[in-house]
């Protein structure tokens, strides 16, 4: 069984989950937000030396006609970072309309289900990104054999 860790990256936030590859599932963790455009690399790192994630993987956005969105340059920048600070293999993979999904994911939780591991409600903008981390990180996990 091996923890990996999942990215749904945004310009100015970043959501973060956590799964293993047993039960090809992955929980929403928290959203980091950046600092004038830059990740909150210190919170990346407290999540990865807490979690010790075999590898990581990140969330490509693609638009409906199978192209790379304008911003996705940043995303690749992302992931390569990622794999030269910490030295863990960064898997992509396709991200499209995973904000959708988690908005309506949460749309449907009763009251209260969303309590982060603080125990403190998120607001919805921050749970959407951690639940789309989630659903990047399990379309992955499904995907291997």
Not at 38 to 43: A, H, L, S, V
Not at 45 to 51: K, M, P, Q, R, V
Not at 113 to 138: C, Q
Request: hydrophobic share 40%; with cysteine; aromatic share 6%.
């Amino acid at each position: 069984m091996s923890t990996l860790l999942g990215f749904d990256f945004g310009p100015r936030k970043i959501g973060v989950a956590v799964g293993q590859t047993l039960t090809r599932s992955a929980t929403p963790l928290t959203t980091l937000r950046g600092q004038g455009e830059r990740p909150d690399w210190t919170g990346i790192e407290a999540l990865i030396a807490e979690w010790k994630p075999a590898a990581l993987v990140v969330g490509l956005p693609f638009n409906m006609d199978d192209t790379e969105v304008e911003w996705s340059p940043r995303v690749h920048r992302f992931a390569r970072q990622l794999e030269g600070r910490y030295g863990l293999k960064v898997h992509l993979i396709d991200e499209r309309l995973t904000s959708i999904e988690a908005r309506r994911q949460l749309e449907e939780r009763p009251r209260g289900a969303e309590r982060g591991r603080s125990g403190r409600k998120p607001s919805t903008r921050d749970a959407v990104d951690a639940v789309a981390a989630a659903l990047i990180l399990e379309t992955w996990l499904c995907e291997q054999d």
